[in-house]
């Protein structure tokens, strides 16, 4: 008989408010539906008319986990509309700590995954190798979560690594690498653990191409997609984009995994050669802007900023959209056929960011009418 | 007579429950140990935290009859500290109580006891939205199911097959000993356990190198092996956590205990840790807890935490199973304690 099994929006395993309605024949997943925005903050609408400065400051609190990420892309999205070109080093600095941004988030969702799984041992393992970025960061902004280094023309000038801040990036760095290769070791020669992530939750190349799968969901079922490859600011670095085809669980973990490795290597080659000069460059504020869109890899996947400067140097229509709310048709697809106890390890290991991704829901409450954005010509966005 | 059998029993059950504080820290403990943590303080989960919820004000059920909601969880309570009694020799000549059909009877009452506590639960956690779902798109909702009755499927499951090995690997030594009495398969591993009327005036190490554990013979480590896997489907611990994972129906069955009953329930966890615990040094060790003779009964105690921090190890470092993993753990298991009874058998 099916029969519906709903979780959330409040439930323990779940860290954010969301809904998962799961149909189950038996215990097997037949079908399911998931559904967010039962945590609606309103941040675009708080973006709306606040000076362009304070809007990326607002802009990165979208997100703790991805906080530089949104940051870095709203500043991109404005200094493109604005014509603004940041300094050498300062696109260094950015990079360096949005690789390292990108490594907790990927020890962090290791470490959630593992909790999905109910490996407490493993939770605690990624959790200890994570601990040490956030020191890094700390160092380097004076934050562990919402860091505030990119700043409209290159970076917060107190974000500038000193010598010293260098030396101890480097030698984190010589640290992690043997860590991380003995946490994947351990990982994935687990009997156990991988008896529970291989082969359940799988999303064919076909249906995360056909659902517009981005991200770490995209390139674990072999969909070559990772903004940095269209982004001018990774052009200097030498790094692979890893791919996996088989589209699992396990797939959607190791790639994460391997993603740690090139994110340091990534962060090594910024070391070695960060360009020495200024971080921040004459900026001259050009208002009244058109539509300015910005896209960026998040950790989650490809992220997306877009706004408008008017005359007074306000943002108007800014929009933002995460990488989970694309995501949402895979994980609903990929969890269909798996028991309901791996469904709900299929979800977590796409992972989903649904407090981010609750934006404005625009409905007239007269006519029930939904109002749809047009951001090329502005009509439905306010003057 | 009367009295010592009184005093015994009371003194017995005492022990357990005293014992069963201590357990559930020393298996936190070594948790956090493995996890590079400090951990709580050994007597806080098994003892202050169950004393906390004792304290707490109760959260009425929204079970249909919450009264016999409750009523379940008080028989767990009750039938456990039996199994504690059947294997002590007090018991062993009240109405054929030492038996292992006594034993298994009660395990499976155990057992069934998680399948009323399910049907009698139907907590808030796992109801959908009261009103039509009018989100664009939204599928149309169909008949639901409460957490509570996926976790009685589940033990359901358990019941059947899950822990069927476990029974048979009880069943070894009775059928080794032919006889389906407790005090003959002691008496098998123990002879000095019979000769002895006050065992504590004699040598305490010549007492000891007496006893010839059937766990150490070759059907014996199978049996001890399956059993030790029984030990986390009966105890349902993780990776046997199946009826209660918090990632989907949380705590399952017992999903709507709170205060005064959530504590009755974390007693009557420690308890059957203990309880299992107990069981296997009796029947696979052959040293009873025996309250009058000294050198038993300190022998059974200081031997009860070593299945519990085995097995505290062993969930360390495992994931939740779900039934991809238990069928074959459990066909696996059956098969070798299906060689382990061959091999008793023919005496090997």
Same mark, same amino acid.
């Given at each position: 008989?099916?029969?519906?099994?709903?979780?959330?929006?409040?439930?323990?395993?779940?860290?954010?408010?969301?809904?998962?309605?799961?149909?189950?024949?038996?215990?097997?997943?037949? $079908?399911?539906?998931?559904?967010?925005?039962?945590?609606?903050?309103?941040?675009?609408?708080?973006?709306?008319?606040?000076?362009?400065?304070?809007?990326?400051?607002?802009?990165?609190?979208?997100?703790?986990?991805?906080?530089?990420? &949104?940051?870095?892309?709203?500043?991109?999205?404005?200094?493109?509309?604005?014509?603004?070109?940041?300094?050498?080093?300062?696109?260094?600095?950015?990079?360096?700590?949005?690789?390292?941004?990108?490594?907790?988030?990927? !020890?962090?969702?290791?470490?959630? =995954?593992? +909790?999905?799984?109910?490996?407490?041992?493993?939770?605690?393992? =990624?959790?200890?190798?994570?601990?040490?970025?956030?020191?890094?960061?700390?160092?380097?902004?004076?934050?562990?979560?919402?860091?505030?280094?990119?700043?409209?023309?290159?970076?917060?000038?107190?974000?500038?690594?000193?010598?010293?801040?260098?030396?101890?990036?480097?030698?984190?760095?010589?640290?992690?690498?043997?860590?991380?290769?003995?946490?994947?070791?351990?990982? !994935?020669? $687990?009997?156990?653990? !991988?008896?529970?992530?291989?082969?359940?939750?799988?999303?064919?190349?076909?249906?995360?191409?056909?659902?517009?799968?981005?991200?770490?969901?995209?390139?674990?079922?072999?969909?070559?997609?990772?903004?940095?490859?269209?982004?001018?600011?990774?052009?200097?670095?030498?790094?692979?984009?890893?791919?996996?085809?088989?589209?699992?669980?396990?797939?959607?973990?190791?790639?994460?995994?391997?993603?740690?490795?090139?994110?340091?290597?990534?962060?090594?080659?910024?070391?070695?050669?960060?360009?020495?000069?200024?971080?921040?460059?004459?900026?001259?504020?050009?208002?009244?802007?058109?539509?300015?869109?910005?896209?960026?890899?998040?950790?989650?996947?490809?992220?997306? &900023?877009?706004?408008?400067?008017?005359?007074?140097?306000?943002?108007?229509?800014?929009?933002?959209?995460?990488?989970?709310?694309?995501?949402?048709?895979?994980? +609903?697809?990929?969890?269909?056929?798996? &028991?309901?106890?791996?469904?709900?390890?299929?979800?977590?290991?796409?992972?989903?960011?649904?407090?981010?991704?609750?934006?404005?829901?625009?409905?007239?409450?007269?006519?029930?009418?939904?109002?749809?954005? $047009?951001?090329?010509?502005?009509?439905?966005?306010?003057? | 007579?009367?009295?010592?059998?009184?005093?015994?029993?009371?003194?017995a059950i005492?022990?357990a %429950?005293?014992?069963?504080?201590?357990?559930?820290?020393?298996?936190?403990?070594?948790?956090?140990?493995?996890?590079?943590?400090?951990?709580?303080?050994?007597?806080? @989960?098994?003892?202050?935290?169950?004393?906390? %919820?004792?304290?707490?004000?109760?959260? *009425?059920?929204?079970?249909?009859?919450?009264?016999?909601?409750?009523?379940?969880?008080?028989?767990g309570?009750l039938e456990v500290p039996f199994i504690v009694l059947f294997t002590n020799?007090?018991w062993?000549?009240?109405?054929?109580f030492g038996?292992?059909?006594a034993i298994m009877g009660l395990l499976k009452v155990e057992?069934?006891?998680?399948?009323?506590?399910?049907?009698?639960?139907?907590?808030?956690?796992?109801?959908?939205?009261?009103? /039509?779902?009018?989100?664009?798109?939204? *599928? /149309?909702?169909?008949?639901?199911?409460?957490?509570?009755?996926?976790?009685?499927?589940?033990?359901?499951?358990?019941?059947?097959?899950?822990?069927? /090995?476990?029974?048979?690997?009880?069943?070894?030594?009775?059928?080794?000993?032919?006889?389906?009495?407790i005090?003959?398969?002691?008496?098998?591993?123990? @002879?000095?356990?019979?000769?002895?009327?006050?065992?504590?005036?004699?040598?305490?190490?010549?007492?000891?190198?007496?006893?010839? /554990? %059937?766990?150490?013979?070759?059907?014996?480590?199978?049996?001890?092996?399956?059993?030790?896997?029984?030990?986390?489907?009966l105890?349902?611990?993780? @990776?046997?956590?199946?009826?209660?994972? *918090?990632?989907?129906?949380?705590?399952?069955?017992?999903?709507?205990?709170?205060?005064?009953?959530?504590?009755?329930?974390?007693?009557?966890?420690?308890l059957l840790?203990f309880t299992l615990s107990s069981l296997?040094?009796t029947i696979?060790?052959?040293?009873?807890m025996?309250?009058?003779?000294?050198?038993?009964?300190?022998?059974?105690?200081?031997?009860?935490?070593?299945?519990?921090?085995?097995?505290?190890?062993?969930?360390?470092?495992?994931?939740?199973?779900?039934? *991809?993993?238990?069928?074959?753990?459990?066909?696996?298991?059956?098969?070798?304690?299906?060689?382990?009874?061959?091999?008793?058998?023919?005496?090997?």
């Amino acid at each position: 008989m099916r029969v519906e099994v709903p979780i959330g929006t409040v439930h323990p395993a779940l860290i954010e408010p969301f809904r998962t309605r799961l149909w189950i024949e038996d215990e097997t997943v037949v $079908d399911c539906e998931i559904t967010y925005n039962a945590a609606h903050r309103g941040i675009e609408r708080i973006l709306e008319g606040v000076p362009v400065l304070k809007a990326a400051m607002i802009a990165e609190k979208v997100c703790g986990l991805c906080s530089h990420f &949104h940051l870095w892309n709203s500043i991109r999205a404005t200094e493109k509309a604005m014509g603004v070109v940041p300094t050498e080093r300062a696109q260094y600095i950015r990079v360096l700590v949005a690789e390292l941004e990108r490594i907790h988030s990927h !020890m962090f969702f290791i470490g959630h =995954a593992c +909790e999905v799984l109910g490996h407490e041992t493993f939770v605690y393992r =990624a959790f200890e190798l994570r601990e040490p970025v956030m020191r890094i960061l700390f160092e380097l902004s004076g934050n562990r979560v919402h860091y505030a280094v990119p700043v409209l023309g290159g970076i917060r000038p107190r974000a500038n690594p000193s010598d010293e801040s260098l030396a101890k990036i480097r030698a984190y760095v010589k640290d992690f690498e043997p860590k991380l290769e003995a946490f994947i070791e351990r990982f !994935m020669s $687990d009997p156990l653990v !991988m008896s529970r992530v291989t082969g359940t939750g799988v999303l064919k190349k076909a249906d995360a191409e056909e659902l517009y799968a981005v991200g770490p969901t995209a390139r674990a079922s072999g969909v070559n997609n990772d903004v940095r490859q269209q982004m001018p600011e990774y052009k200097p670095f030498d790094y692979n984009i890893i791919l996996l085809g088989a589209g699992d669980n396990k797939a959607r973990v190791a790639l994460r995994c391997l993603e740690v490795k090139e994110s340091l290597r990534i962060i090594s080659q910024a070391l070695d050669n960060l360009p020495q000069g200024p971080v921040l460059s004459d900026v001259k504020l050009n208002f009244d802007t058109g539509f300015s869109e910005a896209y960026i890899e998040a950790p989650r996947g490809e992220l997306y &900023h877009v706004l408008r400067v008017d005359a007074k140097g306000k943002v108007r229509n800014y929009r933002i959209r995460t990488p989970t709310p694309t995501n949402l048709a895979s994980m +609903e697809r990929a969890c269909i056929g798996d &028991h309901l106890t791996d469904a709900v390890l299929t979800i977590a290991s796409c992972d989903p960011c649904l407090s981010c991704s609750s934006r404005a829901l625009v409905v007239d409450a007269k006519t029930g009418k939904e109002k749809v954005f $047009d951001y090329a010509s502005g009509v439905g966005c306010r003057k | 007579m009367i009295q010592d059998f009184v005093f015994g029993s009371i003194a017995a059950i005492a022990i357990a %429950f005293a014992y069963a504080t201590i357990l559930p820290g020393i298996e936190r403990k070594i948790h956090a140990r493995i996890q590079n943590r400090y951990g709580p303080p050994v007597t806080t @989960p098994g003892l202050w935290n169950i004393l906390k %919820f004792f304290s707490k004000a109760n959260v *009425k059920s929204n079970s249909p009859s919450p009264r016999l909601y409750y009523l379940f969880i008080l028989i767990g309570l009750l039938e456990v500290p039996f199994i504690v009694l059947f294997t002590n020799p007090l018991w062993w000549g009240v109405l054929g109580f030492g038996s292992v059909f006594a034993i298994m009877g009660l395990l499976k009452v155990e057992e069934v006891d998680y399948l009323f506590i399910g049907s009698f639960s139907k907590s808030m956690m796992s109801l959908g939205m009261p009103f /039509p779902d009018l989100v664009k798109g939204s *599928k /149309p909702s169909e008949s639901r199911r409460y957490f509570e009755e996926i976790s009685v499927t589940r033990a359901l499951k358990m019941i059947t097959l899950g822990s069927f /090995p476990v029974y048979l690997a009880l069943f070894v030594p009775f059928a080794l000993a032919g006889s389906v009495a407790i005090s003959d398969v002691v008496a098998m591993q123990n @002879p000095a356990y019979r000769e002895t009327g006050v065992p504590g005036s004699q040598d305490v190490w010549a007492l000891i190198s007496a006893i010839r /554990p %059937f766990a150490f013979t070759l059907p014996g480590i199978i049996c001890a092996f399956v059993y030790f896997i029984g030990y986390g489907i009966l105890s349902n611990t993780r @990776p046997f956590d199946i009826i209660k994972p *918090k990632i989907d129906v949380m705590e399952g069955p017992m999903l709507e205990y709170a205060a005064f009953w959530r504590g009755i329930y974390y007693t009557f966890t420690g308890l059957l840790s203990f309880t299992l615990s107990s069981l296997f040094i009796t029947i696979f060790i052959g040293i009873p807890m025996s309250i009058g003779q000294p050198v038993f009964l300190a022998s059974h105690l200081l031997l009860i935490p070593v299945i519990p921090m085995l097995f505290a190890i062993v969930r360390a470092f495992s994931p939740v199973f779900t039934f *991809k993993q238990i069928y074959p753990v459990s066909a696996a298991a059956s098969a070798l304690a299906f060689i382990a009874l061959a091999l008793s058998l023919v005496r090997f």
